[in-house]
């Protein structure tokens, strides 16, 4: 379980420990861009993007004594127009991997042989 009441729910026990010293990430809005731009579109026409620093040794002890833990998530989240607010296509139904190769609903721009 992921929270203290699924936890206690299933007779488990809920512990929490602290942060080890090291500060809390950021938590940030990020800004926003148009469909499909792949972050294309940020402030002055520049690309979006997080100046992430690292921290040294000297911030964190556990960097010095070479015992540090760390999980790095990133995401990248694809939004469209072309597809309805829960990601299927109104007029064709429900899209999945069924819908590969020839199946696909998408004809435009076929390859040619060169």
Same mark, same amino acid.
């Given at each position: 379980?992921?929270?203290?009441? =699924? $936890? !206690?729910? #299933?007779? @488990? =026990? /809920? +512990?929490?420990? &602290? ?10 809005? !990020? &800004? @926003? ?14 690309? *979006?993007?997080?100046? /992430? +620093? ?13 015992? $540090?833990? $760390? #999980? ?17 296509? &109104? ?5 999945? /991997?069924?819908? *590969? ?5 998408? +004809?435009?721009?076929? +390859?040619?042989?060169?």
């Amino acid at each position: 379980p992921n929270n203290q009441a =699924d $936890c !206690a729910q #299933a007779g @488990l =026990d /809920w +512990t929490e420990v &602290p942060a080890h010293g090291v500060p809390a990430p950021d938590c940030v809005i !990020a &800004p @926003l861009s148009r469909d499909n731009h792949l972050g294309n579109g940020g402030a002055g026409g520049h690309n *979006n993007f997080y100046n /992430w +620093t690292l921290p040294f040794a000297k911030d964190l002890p556990c960097i010095a004594n070479d015992n $540090c833990n $760390c #999980a790095l998530r990133i995401r990248y989240n694809i939004s469209t127009g072309d597809l309805g607010a829960n990601g299927n296509r &109104p007029d064709s139904g429900f899209i999945d /991997w069924n819908m *590969n190769g020839a199946a696909s609903p998408i +004809t435009q721009d076929p +390859t040619l042989e060169a």
